[in-house]
């Protein structure tokens, strides 16, 4: 498969590892000079972890192509069903995950169903922090709104997200946000009693992760038209 690497940062250089190790061949890479369509149209897919304010754009370059795009950008999710529309008018390929790794998806099924558990007991409040590395751009991370979205559908205490600084009520799903030297990412959701806490954390050690899940995709997706997820390349249980 021949690949194009859109932003070529921490991410793209993980990425670039892994594909070579699995016999692709990386024909383009760009960074913060922007895409060049003749360069991008030599790839069978795209792959794009940039920045939030860059993402929107280089998706529509790809879709607008004939490229096909995994991307893990975070921090640009207010304009996800304007890509999705563009994929489906030009029949374009698009995956987009706020987390690659298999450990964060069985993790975001593990989160379901806790919730699911905990409905029925209000003594209970559930709270989330996330804590990631000082280069992080986007506050909360992508994942923790993954997991907050989740945690609110199964739990009827919460309504809403709001980063821990601007929670106000008991109906809020508090989400504190540390940035801390070079930590990968971090999750854990905790619920909270007089009496005992019950908590769930997942710890990425490195990036290997996101980049092998992002490289799966890429394969899975190569090929095909339409929108998927995680749960479709992982064939998990919705
Ligand atoms: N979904 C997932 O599983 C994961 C998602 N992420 C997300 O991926 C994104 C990137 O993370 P990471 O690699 O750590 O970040 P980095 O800051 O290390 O890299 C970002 C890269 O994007 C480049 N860039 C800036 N503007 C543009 C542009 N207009 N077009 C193309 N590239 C551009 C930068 O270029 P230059 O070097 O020239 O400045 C840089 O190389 C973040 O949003 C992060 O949250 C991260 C890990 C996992
Ligand atoms: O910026 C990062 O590094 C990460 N971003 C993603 C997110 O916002 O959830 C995924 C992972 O946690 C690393």
């Known amino acids: 498969m021949k690949v194009a690497l859109v932003g070529y940062g921490k991410m793209g250089k993980t990425l670039e590892k892994i594909l070579v190790d699995r016999g692709h061949e990386v024909v ?4 913060s000079e922007g895409t060049q369509v003749s360069e991008l149209k030599k790839a069978d897919v795209a792959i794009e972890f940039s920045v939030p304010e860059a993402a929107y754009g280089n998706l529509k370059t790809c879709l607008e192509s004939g490229v096909p795009i995994v991307t893990g950008t975070t921090g640009w999710l207010d304009r996800y069903d304007e890509i999705v529309s563009l994929c489906q008018e030009k029949n374009g390929g698009l995956i987009y995950a706020s987390n690659f790794s298999l450990g964060v998806n069985l993790f975001f099924a593990l989160n379901r169903y806790l919730a699911d558990l905990m ?4 003594d209970y409040n559930a709270e989330m922090t996330e804590i990631h590395h000082i280069h992080k751009l986007d506050a909360p991370s992508g994942t923790a709104i993954s997991l907050a979205e989740d945690l609110i559908k199964g739990l009827p205490q919460k309504d809403k997200w709001a980063l821990k600084e601007n929670a106000q009520s008991d109906s809020d799903l508090s989400i504190e946000a540390i940035r801390e030297n070079e930590v990968p990412g971090t999750h854990s959701i905790r619920y909270s009693s007089a ?17 092998l899940g992002a490289v799966i995709a890429a394969e899975y997706l190569n090929g095909k038209q339409g929108v998927y997820s995680m749960r479709d390349v992982l064939n998990l249980p919705s």
């Open 119 to 122: 409905a029925p007991y209000s």
């Open 28 to 31: 383009a890479r760009f960074g």
């Open 195 to 211: 009496i005992d806490d019950i908590e769930i954390t997942h710890t990425a050690h490195n990036r290997q992760g996101f980049a």
